[in-house]
């Protein structure tokens, strides 16, 4: 039985290619092209646009990017033996889809983009997710070459993405996204959505670049970060005693008692700017 796309049901493609998944590369794949079609317009309009995809495996979000009008899809999958399955929605919609078989921790996204809008979409495992994230928070140029981030994580690890001070999740990540980013945790996908399941809740999160971040140095903000959340239970004239300590925190206009947790991505800015 075709689908809406033209394309056969991914269950067949995956049985049809040999597509059982590797729990070394993190795989659970999305079957429910109208889950990834809801997934995929999260990205906001997709006419005229390049779409970076990282990790498409049998295809199940690239058809729904395609499906949704993205001028051109470039795919990056680690997993060689999903790419006859890749090949077929490649003939399907010629000239639009792109794929390069590699690890997207060591792929230039940025020597790969070419002219016009740019999003990135991805359902990927989460450790690499978080570090494909951060890569993609720390270019030296800003705007960035990409106009929206839109990632599958843990629930867990989306919480922490879009925490504010004095919320739980509140960390290193939340600091780095909230200063170059406005971010949101759009909806749940329990794990039933996906085969096999997880076993935890994942959740679709987006991010926009800010226009005009703070000016700071993205390495000295990482620097006070990880002192700082390294000892999140500490003062800060404790935990940043290795960077300056009291004398630190006085001329940034904060008070060396305050505990990591309680203070604004602003703070932590004028505290990377005084280092
Ligand atoms: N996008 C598909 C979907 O939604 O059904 C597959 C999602 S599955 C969670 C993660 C995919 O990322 C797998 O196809 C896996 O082979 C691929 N992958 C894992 N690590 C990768 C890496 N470092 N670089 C590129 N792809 C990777």
Request: contains cysteine.
């Amino acid at each position: 039985m075709a689908t809406l796309d033209g394309l056969p049901p991914l269950r067949d493609v995956i049985q049809r290619h040999g597509l059982d998944a590797r729990k070394a590369l993190g795989q659970n794949f999305l079957l429910d092209l109208n889950l990834t079609q809801k997934i995929a317009r999260t990205a906001g309009p997709l006419e005229g646009v390049t779409v970076f995809e990282v990790g498409p495996g049998p295809g199940g979000l690239t058809r729904a990017i395609l499906s949704l009008g993205a001028r051109k899809v470039i795919a990056i999958e680690r997993d060689a033996r999903c790419l006859p399955a890749l090949a077929e929605i490649s003939e399907h919609y010629p000239d639009r889809l792109e794929v390069i078989e590699g690890d997207a921790l060591k792929t230039d996204f940025e020597a790969l983009a070419p002219e016009g809008p740019v999003r990135i979409i991805a359902n990927l495992p989460y450790n690499v997710g978080t570090q494909l994230l951060v890569n993609w928070l720390l270019p030296k140029a800003w705007p960035p070459f990409w106009q929206s981030l839109t990632l599958m994580f843990q629930k867990e690890v989306g919480a922490r993405i879009v925490a504010d001070e004095n919320d739980d999740a509140y960390g290193r990540l939340g600091v780095l996204c909230g200063w170059r980013t406005t971010s949101q945790m759009v909806f749940d996908v329990p794990p039933q959505a996906f085969t096999p399941p997880p076993k935890v809740t994942s959740t679709i999160v987006h991010l926009l670049p800010k226009a005009t971040p703070l000016p700071c140095d993205a390495e000295k903000l990482e620097k006070v970060t990880q002192a700082a959340f390294g000892q999140r239970r500490k003062m800060l004239r404790q935990s940043l005693k290795p960077l300056g300590g009291e004398t630190l925190l006085l001329k940034a206009g904060i008070d060396p008692a305050r505990r990591a947790e309680t203070l604004s991505v602003e703070e932590f800015v004028a505290l990377a700017n005084h280092l």
